[in-house]
């Protein structure tokens, strides 16, 4: 990995809550074509530190750089714009709007100016937002309010919203959870082949083992809001201090 | 954007629409053929005109208040702005048409100039700035008199032709309404609703909601200026406390609320609503008409807070009580329901 720029990179990022330090001065990397897994106990500081690299939360201490620039100040719009997509551990979908707008609303902005969207339909949005809506199994509720939506027909609906910019890195956030374990099985394939075929980098936040184990080619482990360990899902899953901080033996 | 399917027939209502704008654009015309009826007369045609304006600015106020979910109370002040500024322009011996765009214009701008601090705000911290902006608007008209006559007002040159404003507010009042109907079904359209439903999760995936805020606003703003300047020629005399009237906001927010916030044609059932009620049916009531308003809201809020469109399946709608929530709303993810998690 030397001499390649990483392509999500956090230099000591800090974050407190009052007198709670959630995220402790960690140092994270995500290198392009890369499939990185972020996991630790409930409370440990994930979804904090997903929030901080996605500026969703401004830190305190340190930097966050994406594709070697520095966007530790940068409005989240802006970081969706140069290539970042995420998912969020509480689902958020737009109510009101139908499955289809949520994807079409969901798409990339980069280059958009207001006139153009007062246009109602460009085409090549409106067939990919129907084939990833076919991916996702869901063409039957394509013009229904997501309001309606069942919480894993939700799960995935913003799956697919995260997937609808053409992004270069996606911040999964237990995007598994709720979802039957066959789609489950092919969301995975489906990783697979956009992080092989394309070169899409993911960065992962699961509590399934199993799902992390069978996709990442790094995990990170983070307790009490510092990094645990670091490694491959099998290193990762013999060590110690890791094993010690989700089982307290 | 696609449009929401409709249950009807979309030529159906396509037909009854035109059929609808036809008797509307007949009704002047009746006046001249039939001198002797009494039933179009000067004074139903202002009536007309008034009802066709407070379509036009409920409209306009659901942009802002219906469809981005940003609940302005002091939306009124882009119609004294427009008022104002068609009567100053007209004092200085421009035209009409000119004047009136001239004091869109100025609104319009005033909306870019103090959008940009209140859109930042949230749910009712953002609706009690607007307030506190329409307040402080017409204290300043009331104070600057040699440019707006101060409290004694300004007098605009008569022009008293009942037909022509009725059809200059028809044709302004389907113009708005069209450009809502369009701006529903585009991208920008699904936009503000993304913002209204979740501006955190609408900035995640992209969108600049600070601009897409801002248009939205100064568009209303725009609009409402137009009306403004055509109140002000219709009336011929316009002072703070008749333009910058304090429950013209109160009752944009009740008429579309009454049709249904966020939706296309809420605004317009809304407005046609309440004023023929209030018209015809409160009239009776004399000093009771204001009870009955109250107790209208009430009623709404209680027990159709989607409105009349809303309950008829518009399902683009909201309810205030949504909008109003926005603080909570905005700062953290939307809860879902623990019995809608599982697959």
């Given at each position: 990995m030397n001499g390649v720029t990483p392509l999500l990179e956090g230099r000591g990022v800090t974050k407190r809550f009052g007198g709670l330090e959630a995220v402790k001065a960690v140092d994270f990397k995500v290198m392009p074509n890369e499939i990185v897994g972020l996991i630790g106990p409930n409370g440990s500081g994930k979804t904090t530190l997903f929030d901080c690299l996605s500026r969703v939360q401004p830190i305190d201490e340190g930097s966050v750089h994406f594709q070697g620039v520095d966007i530790t100040r940068s409005k989240p719009h802006q970081v969706a714009h140069m290539g970042m997509s995420r998912t969020f551990q509480v689902i958020r979908v737009y109510r009101k709007l139908t499955l289809l707008e949520n994807m079409k609303v969901s798409r990339q902005w980069r280059g958009e100016n207001l006139w153009s969207q007062m246009?109602?339909?460009?085409r090549d949005v409106e067939e990919r937002s129907r084939d990833l809506i076919k991916f996702l199994r869901l063409e039957h509720l394509t013009n229904e309010p997501a309001g309606t939506l069942s919480g894993g027909q939700r799960r995935l609906l913003e799956l697919g919203m995260a997937l609808m910019p053409d992004p270069e890195l996606i911040l999964l956030?237990?995007?598994?959870?709720?979802?039957?374990p066959t789609l489950v099985e092919e969301i995975k394939d489906r990783i697979k082949t956009l992080n092989q075929e394309q070169g899409k980098a993911f960065l992962v936040v699961e509590h399934d083992m199993h799902f992390i184990s069978d996709l990442c080619n790094r995990v990170y482990v983070l307790n009490y809001g510092e990094k645990l360990a670091e490694g491959t899902p099998a290193e990762v899953m013999e060590n110690e201090a890791v094993i010690e901080a989700y089982f307290g033996t | 954007m696609t449009a929401p399917p409709s249950r009807r027939p979309a030529k159906r209502r396509l037909g009854l629409l035109a059929a609808l704008l036809a008797v509307l654009a007949a009704l002047p015309l009746v006046m001249n053929v039939f001198?002797?009826?009494?039933?179009?007369t000067n004074s139903r045609l202002f009536s007309f005109t008034q009802m066709f304006m407070l379509i036009t600015l409920t409209s306009n106020w659901n942009l802002t208040g219906?469809?981005?979910?940003?609940?302005?109370?002091?939306?009124?002040v882009f119609f004294g702005i427009g008022a104002y500024g068609t009567g100053i322009f007209m004092n200085e011996a421009w035209p009409f048409w000119p004047s009136m765009l001239a004091g869109a214009i100025l609104a319009a701008i005033f909306a870019l100039i103090i959008g940009y601090p209140t859109l930042r705000l949230k749910g009712p911290y953002f609706s009690i700035a607007m307030l506190g902006m329409f307040v402080a608007m017409r204290e300043i008209v009331r104070v600057a008199k040699p440019l707006t006559g101060g409290g004694v007002g300004l007098t605009l040159p008569p022009y008293l032709n009942r037909p022509l404003f009725y059809y200059l507010t028809l044709i302004l009042a389907v113009l708005v309404v069209g450009i809502m109907w369009w701006i529903r079904r585009s991208e920008f359209g699904a936009t503000l609703i993304a913002i209204r439903e979740d501006e955190v999760g609408a900035e995640m995936r992209g969108i600049n909601t600070t601009v897409n805020k801002i248009a939205a606003f100064v568009l209303a703003g725009f609009l409402t200026g137009i009306v403004g300047g055509m109140w002000a020629y219709q009336n011929t005399f316009i002072d703070p406390d008749g333009v910058f009237f304090p429950s013209r906001t109160v009752e944009l927010v009740m008429m579309a609320m009454l049709g249904g916030l966020g939706t296309v044609a809420g605004p317009v059932v809304g407005a046609a609503t309440i004023y023929w009620m209030r018209d015809v049916v409160w009239a009776n009531l004399a000093e009771w008409h204001l009870f009955a308003e109250g107790m209208l809201m009430i009623l709404i809020v209680l027990y159709?807070?989607?409105?009349i469109m809303g309950k008829l399946g518009d399902r683009s709608g909201t309810s205030l009580l949504r909008v109003w929530r926005n603080p909570l709303r905005r700062s953290a993810p939307e809860e879902v329901p623990e019995d809608e998690v599982s697959v």
């Open positions: 246009s109602p339909s460009h956030d237990e995007a598994a959870s709720g979802i039957n | 001198p002797d009826q009494t039933w179009v219906g469809f981005t979910g940003y609940v302005d109370f002091g939306h009124a159709a807070p989607q409105g």
